[in-house]
């Protein structure tokens, strides 16, 4: 089972789309999943965890390990705060590499939901995965989106 969280309006054939909104596959709020204990092989978040706020990161991405196999797959993508702190540093005033990173698109603003509520570092990101028990996390292009701006990490349930 692969499982595509907060896919939006944007379904991916071969995955179980999963979103409160929209017209999902299973329509379920992302900090508690429907699913079983070590059922997907692969999960993918894209541009949603920036839409949690910090003191429920690490509950919500205890679920997502929780319903991975060991040895199960999970890809994030997100806007990078030291990418865009540095865009910032460099003198860049392009609202959509500073300050849409940070707040979200204010024209897709129809909830609070749709806000963001933190901007990650790469490594404060990756030590939340590793404590909730992901191993080879590693940082790659991001496949959506702005790469000059955003991240993709990527890493693999531990307990094989």
């Known amino acids: 089972m692969k499982l595509h969280l907060g896919c939006g309006t944007k379904k991916w054939p071969g995955f179980i789309n999963v979103d409160l909104h929209g017209d999902p596959d299973v329509r379920s709020d992302i900090k508690v999943l429907p699913f079983d204990d070590g059922v997907a092989d692969e999960i993918h978040a ?54 849409l990173p940070m707040y979200g698109a204010p024209s897709t603003h129809k909830s609070e939901a749709d806000l963001h509520k933190w901007l990650w570092h790469a490594e404060e990101l990756a030590q939340l995965m590793e404590l909730c028990g992901m191993t080879e996390v590693e940082f790659k292009p991001p496949k959506f989106h702005v790469p000059q701006r955003d991240m993709r990490v990527e890493g693999v349930k531990g307990g094989r």
Request: hydrophobic content about 55%; glycine content about 6%; charged content about 20%.
């Open 46 to 99: 894209i541009h949603l965890f920036e839409h949690l706020y910090l003191k429920e990161a690490p509950a919500v991405m205890a679920e997502w390990v929780r319903v991975l196999k060991p040895g199960g797959f999970m890809a994030l993508e997100l806007p990078c705060a030291d990418k865009v702190f540095a865009m910032i540093r460099a003198g860049v005033t392009d609202p959509r590499m500073t300050l």
